[in-house]
């Protein structure tokens, strides 16, 4: 005597009934032959879905960033169903709200003579940047995709090789802000191939070759600024104006597209914080209330530029002034342990 277990399908339960048969009542049943039923994956369109499922199944994977992994999560698996909210909860605002322009300071000066260039001196200041605390102060959502990212580099690459790509991008960055410093500060006009500029930073170049015809009257270049009353300073890559309106240029570079100002992340944020401290520092006798996020290429497509208006950077500014509560917090938070384990 042995089971025999078959199965029924009724919707989308399935349902297992087991039956004891004496074994001598299978002693003919190989001679039987049934029709051949159709699977119901036989229609399924293979080569449609086959780049799918080796992305799936393949042992190695490509190198990406933070940014294209939710997409690729959405691609795969459909994108996450959140429970409807009874009520959409209402944006939390600042503990004190900082003044984002300067009212002693109007908006436009003399815009005559060379650009301004205020080196950093860390010896005389111990106020964080900009760009740590932002980085201290990642949502949860960024520090899992980031981490992510990072474990699937370090996979591909290994520790090693993921350590050289990240020097790569540290140093093709360098020379990209380096390039545009001259020609910026120069005023010559960049043409393809010229040989004064390293090979690696011609692709990024010829992106913004096209951004570049419509900025004038550059007003500082790698330039600190340092907002006292807040206590945080930055270097901000440009002030200058972009079809007639001044504006905190930042520059960026990428390997994959970035057309939408979503996908700049926390870039409008930092360019909010680098102006308000520019409108608060006593270095400047101007200040600014736009912002231009540029993003270049290395293969030399052209480049994405994201203009922040007054309207905007008013709203990114509340954000930025959260995150340095939050980082101020942190610090409080990290002082008081230090004091404890002391006693």
Known sequence: MFTLSRVFS??????????????????????????????????????????????????????????????EDEHIYGPVVKAQKLSRPEMREPKTLHPFLNPERILATDESGPPVRIHLNRSKSFA?????????????????????????????????GFKQYSQNIFKQGKLFHSALEHILMSGVTW????????????????????ILEDVRAVRAIESTVQHG?????????????????????????????????????????????????????????YQVENGLIVVAYKDGSPAHAHKLDSELMSEYWKTWLLRLEEFTEQRANQGSTTSAEKK
Not at 130 to 146: A, D, G, K, N, W
């Open 229 to 285: 009353p807040l206590n945080y300073l930055g270097v901000v890559d440009c002030v200058a104006r972009y079809r007639g309106v001044l504006c905190v240029i930042d520059w960026k570079t990428s390997e994959k597209p970035k057309p939408f100002l979503s996908n700049t992340y926390d870039n409008p944020v930092q360019v909010a914080a680098y102006a308000g401290a520019l409108n608060a520092d006593e270095n400047y006798e």
């Open 10 to 71: 009724s919707g989308s339960i399935i349902v297992f009934q087991s039956t004891a048969l004496p074994v001598s009542y299978f002693s003919a049943c190989h001679c039987l032959t049934y029709p051949k039923k159709n699977s119901p994956y036989s229609a399924v369109d293979s080569e449609r879905y086959s780049s799918l499922v080796k992305a799936v199944m393949t042992s190695r994977v490509s190198s990406q960033t933070p940014e294209s992994l939710q997409v």
């Open 191 to 210: 043409t393809s191939g010229t040989p004064e500029y390293p090979p690696d930073v011609q692709g990024y170049l010829q992106s913004i070759s096209h």
């Open 128 to 160: 964080p940047s900009v760009t740590r605390i932002l980085q201290q102060t990642l949502s949860t959502e960024q520090m899992f995709y980031l981490d992510r990212w990072k474990r699937r580099m370090v996979a591909e690459l290994g520790e090693e």
